[in-house]
């Protein structure tokens, strides 16, 4: 399991990797695993320029099997969404979301100007994160 250790984790799956004020969130590689084949991302566009909480839901992931909310794991606007989250292509004999095959790069899925700096000490470093999905 890929858990790089300049991330911070959230308890929902989602990882935040911060750039001054700013956040770049997406799904961890042990969630992807555990959802499967992702078929959609669904952040909507609107979205961008609106200020979300802590805990909101900012889109969903719909895989083959389930579909899972994916929630702001720190507060703050969203000033960028990433669209190439649904671009597919084939590996073998099968499609494969980029968010699949590199959740931690091209796989993020938006941007966020963090509103409140101290969330971030409320989530997991990469050792914690680990137990806890152990």
Do not use: C, R
């Not at 566009?45 to 719909?62: Q, R, S, V, W, Y």
């Not at 579909?67 to 507060?75: G, Y």
């Not at 669209?83 to 597919?88: D, G, I, K, L």
């Not at 099968?94 to 941007?111: C, F, L």
């Amino acid at each position: 399991m890929n858990i790089p250790t300049n991330l911070k984790y959230s308890t929902e799956h989602e990882w935040v990797k911060l750039d001054n004020d700013v956040a770049t969130i997406g799904i961890t590689d042990y969630a992807q695993s555990q959802l499967g084949e992702i078929v959609f991302v669904d952040v909507q566009p609107d979205l961008e320029g609106e200020t979300l909480a802590k805990g909101e839901i900012f889109g969903a992931i719909e895989a083959v099997k389930t579909v899972a909310d994916a929630f702001m794991p720190v507060s703050g606007e969203i000033i960028e969404i990433n669209v190439a989250v649904n671009e597919v292509y084939e590996n073998s004999d099968k499609q494969e979301s980029v968010v699949n095959t590199d959740p931690y790069g091209a796989g993020w899925m938006i941007k966020v100007k963090i509103n409140n700096p101290a969330e971030l000490d409320e989530l997991m470093n990469s050792e914690d994160y680990e137990d806890f999905i152990a």
